[in-house]
């Protein structure tokens, strides 16, 4: 059985203190850029950078990261594992980078991420927004701005739906066996 976290609404509103908090942590919108790492932190990237513009009127770049490849369990995965499209088309020198996901556990999807982000410069800093901690790490790795924490176990997941992805705008705390069941095609 699932218990929802965050309605549409609430949803909704987390987005917007997110936003606020990064232009409060921010020091100009001329300096940050805004990475979401696929699939739903480029959702989440994208809310926030209209969000930005509507009500702070801040314009940032946006990239799009797409970490298979710099996965360290890379190895175990599928023999031919599906790689999307990295698009960073700025100069990530110089920028803080707002890296966005969705969800952090153990902290090494950020680690690649990270990596990915080095590779195609040297910004000034990367900083980590994400809507829900649900504790578990496995690397010193803490978001710097997060929306929502929840103390969720080994045995649990925290899915985000998007309406563009999901059909439907919530955040739900799952059993993990549960959420297999669900997602079964």
Same mark, same amino acid.
């Given at each position: 059985?699932?218990?929802?976290?965050?309605?549409?609404?609430?949803l909704?509103?987390?987005?917007?203190?997110?936003?606020?908090?990064?232009?409060?942590?921010?020091?100009?919108?001329?300096?940050v850029?805004?990475?979401?790492?696929?699939?739903?932190?480029?959702?989440?990237a994208?809310?926030?950078r209209?969000?930005?513009?509507?009500?702070?009127?801040?314009?940032?770049?946006?990239?799009?990261?797409?970490?298979?490849?710099?996965r360290?369990?890379?190895?175990t995965m599928?023999?031919?594992?599906?790689v999307?499209?990295?698009? $960073?088309?700025?100069d990530?020198?110089?920028?803080t %980078?707002? *890296? +966005?996901?969705? &969800?952090?556990?153990? !902290? @090494?999807?950020?680690?690649?991420?990270?990596?990915? $982000?080095?590779?195609?410069?040297?910004?000034?800093? %990367?900083? *980590? +927004?994400?809507? &829900?901690?649900?504790? !578990? @790490?496995?690397?010193?790795?803490?978001?710097?701005?997060?929306?929502?924490?929840?103390?969720?176990?080994?045995?649990?997941?925290v899915?985000?739906?998007?309406?563009q992805?999901?059909?439907?705008?919530r955040?739900?705390?799952?059993?993990?066996?549960?959420?297999?069941?669900?997602?079964?095609p």
């Amino acid at each position: 059985m699932s218990k929802e976290l965050l309605d549409a609404a609430a949803l909704h509103e987390a987005i917007e203190g997110l936003a606020a908090k990064l232009v409060d942590h921010a020091d100009a919108a001329d300096k940050v850029a805004l990475i979401g790492i696929r699939t739903r932190g480029v959702l989440m990237a994208e809310r926030l950078r209209r969000v930005l513009a509507e009500k702070h009127n801040w314009s940032v770049s946006l990239g799009i990261l797409d970490i298979t490849l710099y996965r360290d369990d890379l190895s175990t995965m599928a023999p031919h594992p599906i790689v999307g499209q990295t698009e $960073i088309d700025f100069d990530v020198d110089g920028k803080t %980078i707002y *890296l +966005v996901d969705d &969800v952090i556990y153990t !902290g @090494r999807t950020v680690r690649s991420a990270i990596d990915q $982000i080095v590779d195609f410069g040297r910004p000034s800093a %990367i900083r *980590l +927004v994400v809507l &829900v901690d649900r504790g !578990g @790490r496995e690397l010193p790795i803490q978001p710097d701005l997060c929306a929502l924490r929840v103390d969720a176990g080994e045995d649990e997941v925290v899915k985000v739906c998007f309406e563009q992805s999901d059909d439907s705008e919530r955040v739900l705390l799952a059993s993990r066996n549960d959420f297999r069941v669900q997602e079964a095609p």
